[in-house]
């Protein structure tokens, strides 16, 4: 995918700067707002969420307000960094965020508790840039776990390979940068160095148009990127460890950022799991190339594990699908299922019958063999 085919930088109609246009205000957030505006509220947009507190940014300079008022028992709807929301006018003591406008976009991930829980960790965002170090082995599966996620939140992923001043080897490079657009089809990989400056201005070109968030684990360079597309070490930045490559959870928080080049930054703190919350959609935009093999197997309803005339399993067996994408995309697809299932009665039900029914089918097979071998 070329660069140049994504969104440019926003444009006002008007001849007057709104003073939030650099935060992503456009006509649509105004007339979505319309409404809070009769009751005297103001609009702006959270940058940080901290305890039931936030910072927000309006027309008048940032604030501090309480969420008291939004905090539903739904994890999902509680306030976000990115959200834009109604806040009391001034003079109100305390300051109370009394609703967000309904979300564009929202990237969630299920949470590492046992319970069936979802994590909404950036609202509104319209590029997902995905952060892997070139310092280790590259997980081809993260970066596919990542970008399910990324798509089912309506966003438009972007992969960027970091800290590629440590692969001096231009070839070794190309050869890396190939090894992840098999994993990301439709999606563009980009190498940047922070410390060189390498890629750098095509991935702040990208930022410009809109809001992004910066995802990835802990030791991926996100906060150092951040400075570099800030310009200036707003960020706190410390020394990923030798001995394994892993970095420490440098960012708490998910800070919102304006870029002075146009758009602006969520920065998220280092994410160890990455679990995947009904996001079919998602892992099937990952896996375009096996949803368009399936639509070719003799059966509708092909599993793809042995079933005769499985276009899937045959590319595997020429070599033009590679066996390790198919076994991503069955873990995926298997967890997917499971998170929904959870909580989703209707779907446990059917994930019961299935199991039944492929239990039914493998016993029959094997009796099958059985028959032919006595």
């Known amino acids: ?42 609009p ?64 969630v991930r299920s949470t590492s508790s046992k319970r069936s829980e979802g994590q909404i960790l950036a609202a509104n965002v319209d590029h997902a840039i995905v952060a892997v170090p070139l ?35 231009p070839v070794t490079l190309s050869y890396l940068v190939q090894d992840v657009e098999t994993a990301a089809p439709g999606v563009p990989v980009l190498a940047v160095s922070a410390a060189t400056g390498e890629g750098t201005d095509v991935l702040a070109a990208v930022a410009a148009g809109g ?21 200036e070490d707003v960020m706190d930045v410390q020394v990923t460890r030798d001995v394994d490559g892993k970095g420490r959870h440098t960012t708490t928080t998910r800070n919102l950022l304006a870029l002075p080049g146009g758009g602006v930054l969520i920065d998220t703190p280092g994410l160890r799991g990455v679990g995947l919350w009904d996001a079919q959609t998602g892992v099937g935009q990952v896996f375009a190339e096996i949803a368009e093999l399936a639509s070719r197997c003799r059966f509708h309803d ?35 299922q499971w998170i929904v299932a959870k909580t989703d009665a209707r779907m446990r039900a059917e994930l019961r019958r299935d199991w039944k029914r492929k239990g039914a089918e493998g016993k029959a097979a094997m009796e099958a063999k059985r028959g032919r071998w006595v």
């Open 302 to 336: 092909c599993a793809h594990t042995a079933e005769p005339g499985c276009a899937v399993l045959a590319a595997v067996d020429s070599g033009t699908l590679p066996e390790r994408r198919l076994d991503s995309y069955r873990k995926l697809m298997r967890e997917n």
């Open 211 to 231: 809001t992004s968030v910066l995802l990835g684990q802990s030791g991926a360079g996100k906060s150092t990127l951040a400075n570099a597309l800030l310009g």
């Open 135 to 169: 310092t280790g082995d590259l997980d081809l599966g993260r970066i596919e776990r990542f970008l399910a996620l990324a798509w089912e939140s309506g966003a438009r992923p972007l992969v960027v390979l970091t800290k590629a001043d440590l692969v001096p080897d």
């Open 44 to 107: 702006g947009r959270v940058i940080r969420v901290d305890r039931g507190q936030c910072d927000v940014v309006t027309a008048d300079g940032t604030l501090r307000a309480d969420t008291a008022f939004v905090t539903p028992n739904d994890p999902l709807r509680v306030v976000c960094t990115g959200d834009w929301v109604a806040v009391d006018p001034d003079g109100s003591t305390p300051r109370y965020v009394r609703t967000y406008l309904p979300r564009r976009t929202a990237f």
């Open 1 to 42: 995918m070329s660069f140049s085919s994504l969104p440019g930088s926003l444009s006002s109609s008007s001849a007057s700067v709104h003073p939030l246009q650099p935060y992503g205000w456009d006509a649509d957030w105004e007339a979505e707002f319309a409404p809070f505006a009769e009751q005297g509220l103001l």
